[in-house]
């Protein structure tokens, strides 16, 4: 992106929606950050039973040394609002589903709802979405009955009580039809927004795994900064706090130990992952501001970079992490030690944190006339790591 391109053209924020742990909508978990509210807890029963796959030893096999997380709550969801038939259900990962009602709050925010008149047309979908999503899990289990069988007839099961039991296991998993692979699919996300609201920009997802959405974001403002589109939704979503994504990062290992985050503490020892959905509406400034929309904020940088060959596709190389800083305030044309507040990324890890903070202190750290502080904080603390929708937590 031209370094001047942002400065020329600034990018209105008009509206937004936020799904996190213990907070069903914007409004809640704003509340919920400035009365500092901790929304990590134990694993619901809804989701998974630690009875099945939970271990204190990190090294037990095929099992995660962590019970807590950030959940999101019930969600209500009417599938006749957005034109789906209720059958529909069972095959489409709860990641689609949600989209739809983040999208349509985001949108009702900016003051763009259903029954709103606006250029559609010009309207698109940029989302942070990473790896598969929860239906997989349950669609490839199912098709593991070949496995099964030869286990049980190797075991001296009969062929009858054999054929029994198989379908007993099938039924306890979903069946596949023509939904299912629609159903599954991470870049449908956008794609059922964009349908179901009758938007006729571009819809896509982008992986770049803890950054998907801010890089989403990175996108939908070059969509808008080169006219080909008029309004963008952006941001993450990630609702996979599954037995799957909790194996993960058991074994990476990444958790902490103690069942605590603690960005930036000196007793932090590891992650908890956090289930969430945060979408922006985005506009140019001067049409934001000419149609009279409220704005939240204007975004008049973005930085990126990648930390090159380093130590191990793991370790995070603090002059990387400042190079996207500098990057960012370089395009906006602002001093760094202009900032009173950074939201760091702040995951709570041993080699994430000190390497985020040697890497900030390189920007913020430089010795100015103004000998101000800089507040740093991270949103993790109280939502967990939200993975694809982190950024978008975060920017929130």
Known sequence: MNSNLLQKTPIAIIGQAAIFAKAASL?????????????ITDVPPSRWDPADYYDPDPTAEDKTYCKVGGFIPDIDFNPLEFGLPPNLLEVTDSSQLLGLVAARDAMEDAGYGTDTEFDRENTGVVLGVAGGQKLISDLSSRLQYPIWQKVLESSGISPEDTEIII???KMAYVPWNENSFPGLLGNVIAGRIA?????????SVIDAACASSLAAVKSSVSELIEGRANMMITGGVDADNSPFTYLCFSKTPAFSPSQKIRPFDQESDGMLIGEGLGLIVL????DAERDGDRIYAVIRGIGSSSDGKYKSIYAPRPSGQSLAIKRAYEEAGFAPHAVGLVEAHGTGTKAGDPAEFTGLKAVFGTPNGNKQS???GSVKSQIGHTKAAAGAAAMI
Not at 27 to 39: A, C, F, P, R, S
Not at 195 to 203: E, F, H, I, P, W
């Open 27 to 39: 409004t809640e978990y704003w509340d919920n950050i400035l009365n500092k509210i901790d929304g």
């Open 167 to 169: 379908e007993k296991m």
């Open 195 to 203: 349908n179901r609201l009758d938007l006729g920009g571009m819809n």
């Open 283 to 286: 506009k140019r400034l001067e």
């Open 374 to 376: 800089i507040a740093i």
